[in-house]
């Protein structure tokens, strides 16, 4: 027997729909909240794809978009409490890709070292099926293969390749994993 979605499910699907399009989010699909909502400031593009699952019962997660820049989160991924996203140039995250709390992941440093030096902003990929432990940063140039593991409290400035589990300040691989095709982290 195939169970209806009661109304308050619908009315909340209908209000992340219309928050979504207030916000100027182009979604594949609607998006879960759990808790509450995130803090959204878009002035660029944010792509979501299907299942995406924002949960933030303690602190919310603040996405920023600034002018030109791009969003892009794929399938089937989360993100966890006070999760912080700053996009400046390109971030794009993957397909099932799990965010833990108070991560921070930004693809500028926001201010210039010295006069001679400008500010740097430079694109971050975050692969499919990657776990982000708690409380890591993910710098401006980042780039971490599909299926791999940041320990949580890492910064991650670098490449980490596919199938990885890295740790530190910055990270780097201590391991490489044994990642059967097709297998999701849940």
């Known amino acids: 027997m195939c ?3 009661s109304l308050r499910r619908k009315l909340k699907g209908l209000s992340i ?3 979504c399009k207030r916000k100027k ?3 594949s699909g609607t998006p879960s909240f759990s808790g509450a909502w995130p803090y959204i400031s878009n002035k660029g593009t944010i792509e979501l794809g299907e299942q995406c699952h924002f949960r933030s019962f303690r602190l919310h997660q603040n996405i920023s978009v600034l002018a ?3 969003l892009e989160i794929g399938d089937g991924s989360f993100l966890n409490d006070g999760v912080n996203i700053c996009a400046s140039k390109s971030i794009k995250i993957g397909r ?3 965010i833990g709390d108070m991560t921070y992941i930004f693809d500028t440093d926001f201010h210039q070292l010295s006069p001679e030096r400008e500010i740097k902003k430079a694109s971050v990929a975050i692969g499919h099926n990657v776990w982000i432990g708690a409380n890591s940063m993910i710098l401006a140039g980042a780039s971490i293969g599909d299926n791999s593991v940041i320990a949580a409290g890492s910064i991650v400035a670098g490449q980490i ?3 990885s589990l890295a740790a530190g300040t910055p990270a780097k691989v201590i391991k ?5 095709n097709g297998w999701l982290r849940t």
């Open 176 to 180: 490489t994993l044994n990642i059967p």
């Open 68 to 70: 030109g820049a791009r």
């Open 25 to 27: 989010i182009t979604v």
């Open 3 to 5: 169970k209806k979605p």
């Open 17 to 19: 729909k219309l928050f």
């Open 161 to 163: 390749p596919a199938n």
């Open 96 to 98: 099932n890709a799990k």
